[in-house]
């Protein structure tokens, strides 16, 4: 129960696409917050997207507006996020991270998630 496991990342070059995958333990899936975080070399983990429990509900930082989707596939326990026209910037690792909560319309944009995953590498090359 409670493990996350990431995969999905790369190497790409600046302007293409990846889609980070979290393969969730937690059950019910829909009783958790889920979110993505990431951490670039030198710097503190920050907060990429959160999504709450049904999905009614999503946030994403500034810097990845526009680009980058969060979703939840419930039948298979995944989390997902779209990276679109990736830059040198997001260059990090990124870790999923899951909550149980009571509000269906939470979304959990810091770093108090009780779950969280070992984290997957992207780089972008300019």
């Known amino acids: 129960q409670g493990e996350l496991v990431e995969s999905g990342g790369g190497l790409v070059q600046a302007g293409e696409s990846l889609r980070l995958s979290c393969a969730a333990s937690?059950?019910?899936?829909?009783?958790?917050?889920m979110g993505w975080f990431r951490r670039a070399p030198g710097k503190e983990r920050e907060f990429v997207a959160g999504?709450?429990?049904?999905?009614?509900?999503?946030d994403y930082a500034d810097f990845v507006k526009g680009r980058f989707t969060i979703s939840k596939d419930y039948n298979n326990r995944m989390l997902y996020l779209q990276m679109n026209s990736l830059e040198p910037e997001d260059t990090a690792i990124y870790y999923c991270?899951?909550?149980?909560?009571?509000?269906?319309?939470?979304?959990?944009?810091?770093?108090?998630?009780?779950?969280w995953g070992q984290g997957t590498q992207v780089t972008v090359s300019s």
């Open positions: 991270a899951g909550e149980k909560t009571q509000s269906t319309r939470t979304v959990l944009t810091n770093t108090n998630y009780h779950y």
């Open positions: 937690l059950s019910p899936f829909s009783d958790y917050a």
């Open positions: 999504i709450s429990r049904y999905s009614s509900s999503t």
